[in-house]
């Protein structure tokens, strides 16, 4: 599998893992409420079975192509540290993360993950387009 073939793959297991989640939980797939609920002591098995499966994602995709998945950083940590700062501070001004609002808040049609979605999609395309070599 190459190309699109992986993030295609991806996407289709977070949508079907989002959607079991609801159908079966009652529960929306946020990965920044889940890792806050966690880290608050609420719910904590299930919130740690669902952080530990994520974690798991690798050694599953090891298991299943024979390699673990080939991933190339090129920022330094200073402006990883900082976007990862940024990405914490948005979650909580918008009351949620690109997984919450964008997978499971898009495809319920809500309006708040609509334009939570078109501010994520929209600011990413703006910092990479100032900062980084469009390729």
């Known amino acids: 599998m190459s190309g699109y073939g992986h993030p295609l793959l991806g996407g289709m297991l977070l949508g079907v893992a989002s959607m079991l989640l609801l159908l ?13 609920r966690l ?10 079975a ?7 994602g690798p050694i599953a995709y090891a ?11 090129t920022a330094s940590w200073p402006v990883l540290i900082v976007a990862g ?3 914490g501070v948005g979650t909580r001004m918008g009351a949620g993360c690109t ?3 964008g997978i499971v808040g898009v495809a319920r049609f809500s ?9 994520f999609l929209g600011s ?9 070599p469009v390729r």
């Open 63 to 73: 298991a299943i192509f024979g390699a673990f998945p080939v991933i190339t950083i």
């Open 124 to 132: 990413g395309i703006l910092v990479a387009t100032l900062t980084g």
């Open 111 to 119: 309006r708040r993950s609509i334009v939570a979605t078109a501010v």
């Open 50 to 56: 669902f952080v530990m499966g994520l974690s798991a």
């Open 99 to 101: 997984s919450g609002h």
């Open 85 to 87: 700062l940024l990405v």
């Open 39 to 48: 880290l608050q002591g609420q719910r904590f098995l299930e919130n740690a």
């Open 24 to 36: 079966l939980n009652g529960r929306i797939a946020g990965i920044s409420g889940i890792v806050g």
